[in-house]
């Protein structure tokens, strides 16, 4: 069921069933503009046995459901969807407002407060202490099954301790404070397939107050197949899986939404993608994508794309130097960039936007000598800023290296703050005098703080309490007595146990420190091969069980 515009979902009734507040961080725009949580919502508002509400936590104090206005108080199951690192203060001070306990240990008796979503496989370690439950991995594997146990033993007069001991060996479930070993990430996979995304997730609820205003999201593809040595999202949804054409088409002719966005980390791999966009061009439909790889443009997506109204095009360049690409598994060649580019100016796109990183380890200032001479090829490809031909302006976006955890950087020490100052004011005398070009940046201690919360342990738990009081992590960071140091500034030993240990996300960590040391050595590996893991198996996911 998909909901538009001030439609809403009849309020479920209780009685005979497991109340389930699935709490979302931010406010109705914010959460609205999310994929993840609204495909969670529609598995369990499709399960019988499950009352659920959604809770948005910036939108009502007291915290209440969207719908029915239940105070979040009175539901016995909390799940939260957590995304980004910064929520962790939106969960807790959700959890307070609400007059509910926010550490485990203070809460003996109902409610359970549990979360998952993409922090659940990556350091959920920070938020544990407030948490009865985790679930780690994909909604679709399971997650219907945990709650659904859970409250048969609760509506039978079971208590919270009761609840928690009939799921405690369900796949993907982690009971912070019980569960010894690491838990495996559930993946949800079809036939055995290690390449078919056989129910992709999709908008629930489309409303012209979500910040992608009245657009139906659905997802094209889960993980990529490049293996960047910095992204968190081509380790952690491995395998990489593909929709099926004809299960889109179904879909959309099924919800007859008057535009779409297509989600995915490498759009471009799709072989449908031209096929679907024509399909849906035939039909009336407008459409958007989320991202595409320069060495995916052809004139023929491009012309598509400006039909469709297209204006910005947004590419990831990721490194200053073709040294530190390479090093950085960065499948990108100068040619296919300035090909791109050169499409986009004679197409008549308004504005480039190109994502930057800087912050690498092992980076010099030579690797900064390059990039002014690589802009102006750009510039010379694109005619950027020359007139009415070409493309009017090109925006470098630029955003310091955070160490994730399961990727090959997991290891690495993260840039002081004052070298991110000092990759700036290179990137921005770069591009000084370039018709056409600015340069934004992203506040380097904010993203230290992401680093904190990325890579810490437990211990910092009080930090995110300190923060609830004060409004902000970055303030409460001013009187927190732990050390930042010790968890951005040192390269970690290969067998040091990481906080993030907890977790098996199926790719093996001989495999990632192989990675780590191919960096260091400027060496690529291939991306993954479209036949699935049964044709490589090298990282691991294969014989975890998580493949095909």
């Given at each position: 069921?998909?909901?538009?515009?001030?439609?809403?979902?009849?309020?479920?009734?209780?009685?005979?069933?497991?109340?389930?507040?699935?709490?979302?961080?931010?406010?109705?725009?914010?959460?609205?503009?999310?994929?993840?949580?609204?495909?969670?919502?529609?598995?369990?508002?499709?399960?019988?046995?499950?009352?659920?509400?959604?809770?948005?936590?910036?939108?009502?104090?007291?915290?209440?459901?969207?719908?029915?206005?239940?105070?979040?108080?009175?539901?016995?199951?909390?799940?939260?969807?957590?995304?980004?690192?910064?929520?962790?203060?939106?969960?807790?001070?959700?959890?307070?407002?609400?007059?509910?306990?926010?550490?485990?240990?203070?809460?003996?008796?109902?409610?359970?407060?549990?979360?998952?979503?993409?922090?659940?496989?990556?350091?959920?370690?920070?938020?544990?202490?407030?948490?009865?439950?985790?679930?780690?991995?994909?909604?679709?594997?399971?997650?219907?099954?945990?709650?659904?146990?859970?409250?048969?033993?609760?509506?039978?007069?079971?208590?919270?301790?009761?609840?928690?001991?009939?799921?405690?060996?369900?796949?993907?479930?982690?009971?912070?404070?019980?569960?010894?070993?690491?838990?495996?990430?559930?993946?949800?996979?079809?036939?055995?397939?290690?390449?078919?995304?056989?129910?992709?997730?999709?908008?629930?609820?489309?409303?012209?107050?979500?910040?992608?205003?009245?657009?139906?999201?659905?997802?094209?593809?889960?993980?990529?197949?490049?293996?960047?040595?910095?992204?968190?999202?081509?380790?952690?949804?491995?395998?990489?899986?593909?929709?099926?054409?004809?299960d889109l088409k179904r879909l959309i002719d099924d919800v007859s939404p008057r535009k779409i966005g297509l989600v995915g980390t490498a759009l471009t791999d799709w072989p449908d993608l031209v096929p679907f966009l024509l399909w849906l061009k035939e039909r009336g439909t407008k459409f958007s994508l989320s991202s595409v790889r320069a060495d995916g443009i052809t004139p023929e997506l491009l012309t598509i794309l400006r039909t469709a109204g297209l204006r910005t095009l947004t590419l990831a360049l990721e490194a200053p130097s073709h040294r530190l690409r390479t090093a950085a598994n960065k499948h990108l060649s100068v040619e296919a960039l300035l090909h791109a580019v050169a499409l986009a100016g004679k197409h008549g796109v308004n504005h480039l936007k190109f994502y930057l990183i800087i912050g690498w380890p092992g980076e010099t200032p030579e690797d900064y000598d390059e990039l002014r001479p690589l802009l102006e090829q750009v510039a010379k490809a694109a005619s950027i800023g020359v007139g009415k031909r070409g493309v009017a302006h090109a925006t470098l976006s630029v955003n310091p290296l955070v160490p994730k955890p399961?990727?090959?950087?997991?290891?690495?020490?993260?840039?002081?703050?004052?070298?991110?100052?000092?990759?700036?004011?290179?990137?921005?005398?770069?591009?000084?005098?370039?018709?056409?070009?600015?340069?934004?940046?992203?506040?380097?201690?904010?993203?230290?703080?992401?680093?904190?919360?990325?890579?810490?342990?437990?211990?910092?738990?009080?930090?995110?309490?300190?923060?609830?009081?004060?409004?902000?992590?970055?303030?409460?960071?001013?009187?927190?007595?732990?050390?930042?140091?010790?968890?951005?500034?040192?390269?970690?030993?290969?067998?040091?146990?990481?906080?993030?240990?907890?977790?098996?996300?199926?790719?093996?960590?001989?495999?990632?420190?192989?990675?780590?040391?191919?960096?260091?050595?400027?060496?690529?590996?291939?991306?993954?091969?479209?036949?699935?893991?049964?044709?490589?198996?090298?990282?691991?996911?294969?014989?975890?069980?998580?493949?095909?």
């Open positions: 069921m998909v909901y538009f515009g001030l439609d809403r979902p009849a309020v479920p009734e209780w009685g005979g069933r497991l109340p389930v507040a699935l709490t979302v961080p931010g406010d109705a725009a914010m959460a609205l503009s999310a994929l993840g949580w609204q495909a969670v919502w529609r598995i369990l508002a499709e399960n019988p046995a499950l009352a659920v509400e959604r809770v948005y936590t910036r939108c009502a104090t007291p915290p209440q459901a969207e719908d029915s206005g239940h105070l979040l108080a009175e539901f016995p199951l909390i799940a939260f969807s957590l995304c980004y690192e910064e929520e962790y203060r939106d969960a807790a001070a959700t959890l307070l407002a609400a007059g509910i306990p926010l550490a485990r240990e203070d809460r003996p008796d109902f409610p359970i407060v549990m979360a998952g979503g993409p922090l659940a496989f990556l350091n959920p370690a920070p938020i544990l202490p407030a948490l009865d439950l985790l679930f780690v991995g994909e909604a679709e594997a399971g997650l219907a099954e945990v709650l659904t146990t859970i409250g048969r033993i609760a509506l039978a007069g079971g208590d919270k301790a009761a609840c928690l001991d009939a799921v405690a060996d369900f796949p993907g479930v982690l009971l912070p404070g019980r569960t010894t070993g690491a838990v495996a990430r559930a993946t949800a996979l079809t036939d055995g397939s290690s390449t078919l995304l056989a129910a992709p997730a999709h908008s629930c609820f489309v409303s012209g107050h979500a910040e992608f205003s009245d657009m139906f999201l659905v997802e094209i593809n889960r993980g990529c197949p490049y293996g960047c040595r910095f992204c968190a999202a081509g380790y952690v949804y491995r395998p990489p899986r593909q929709a099926r054409l004809a399961f990727t090959p950087m997991q290891w690495a020490p993260m840039a002081s703050e004052a070298a991110i100052e000092r990759g700036y004011a290179r990137i921005k005398l770069a591009a000084k005098g370039l018709k056409g070009f600015r340069v934004e940046t992203e506040t380097a201690s904010m993203a230290r703080l992401q680093g904190l919360l990325a890579r810490g342990d437990e211990t910092l738990f009080p930090l995110i309490e300190a923060a609830v009081s004060a409004g902000s992590f970055r303030r409460a960071l001013k009187k927190w007595p732990g050390d930042p140091a010790s968890y951005l500034d040192r390269q970690r030993p290969k067998e040091e146990r990481l906080p993030w240990d907890i977790i098996d996300n199926g790719v093996s960590r001989d495999f990632l420190w192989q990675e780590w040391e191919r960096y260091l050595a400027g060496t690529s590996t291939a991306k993954c091969p479209p036949a699935g893991c049964a044709a490589c198996k090298r990282c691991g996911i294969y014989e975890a069980g998580q493949g095909a």
